[in-house]
């Protein structure tokens, strides 16, 4: 089975024009129409953090809905991480993890069967701009997904913020997971660094993968999405 899967930080749906538009992100997401879409800065910060996304724009606009994981009402996810998912799909499990930190930092992660019947976890992150505390959330991330007592083909997605290439947290993952080759993604108007990353258990292969440049994606975020075709 073939799936595709996405990865947005969509900066709270303030462009590189510095105008906030939930309409043009969902754009983005419709041109790269991926099955599975990891979001990071989905809610906003201060206050209530509500939903940048509400439901009645992703109706309106998309064939997704967003998976519930309980902790605000009038959020999305998780300290600005969710997962969109495909309507025909089914949720499984879902649950938020409790990151270390000094700022607040948080994962979310949810068991989804697919339309084809294949079920898959999806892990969503958004990962501390220090080194040290980077390497202390991806030990947190796999422990808690080596706990489970279901184990599936696993995708993790998120905002790394890891500017080397092969050290730090970017080891801890690649030490059981492959990571997609998908291209520097900051910042959107020229992009440079490899701050998104998809990585994916043993169990699946990557096929195609990328990052998706275009004229809208340009001007949505301050990143550019990348995704990822999988097949199992």
């Known amino acids: 089975m073939k799936i595709k899967v996405a990865s947005y930080n969509m900066h709270k749906a303030v462009g590189t024009d510095r ?59 998780w300290h600005g991480n969710a997962i969109l998912i495909r309507r025909s799909a089914q949720v ?32 969503g992150m958004h990962l501390d701009l220090s080194g040290l505390w980077r390497r202390r959330q991806a030990h947190a991330i796999l422990t808690h997904i080596a706990t489970r007592s279901h184990p599936y083909p696993t995708v993790m997605m998120g905002d790394l913020n890891e500017w080397s290439r092969a050290s730090g947290c970017l080891r801890d993952f690649g030490a059981d997971y492959r990571f997609a080759e998908t291209g520097p993604s900051f910042h959107a108007r020229r992009p440079i660094a490899r701050l998104d990353r998809i990585m994916v258990s043993r169990e699946l292969q990557v096929t195609d993968c990328g990052v998706h440049s275009s004229a809208a994606s340009r001007v949505a975020s301050d990143h550019l999405p990348i995704w990822a075709e999988l097949s199992a």
Request: glycine share 8%; proline share 4%.
């Open 92 to 123: 499984i499990a879902c649950e938020a993890v409790h990151l270390p930190s000094l700022e607040p930092r948080g994962a979310v992660m949810c068991d989804v069967r697919l339309a084809g019947g294949m079920v898959v976890r999806v892990v």
């Open 19 to 77: 105008r906030r538009n939930p309409e043009r992100v969902v754009q983005v997401l419709r041109e790269i129409d991926a099955d599975v879409i990891a979001l990071q800065e989905a809610d906003q910060r201060f206050g209530r953090r509500a939903a940048i996304l509400t439901p009645h724009v992703l109706e309106e606009h998309g064939d997704w809905k967003s998976v519930d994981f309980g902790m605000r009402a009038a959020s999305m996810g």
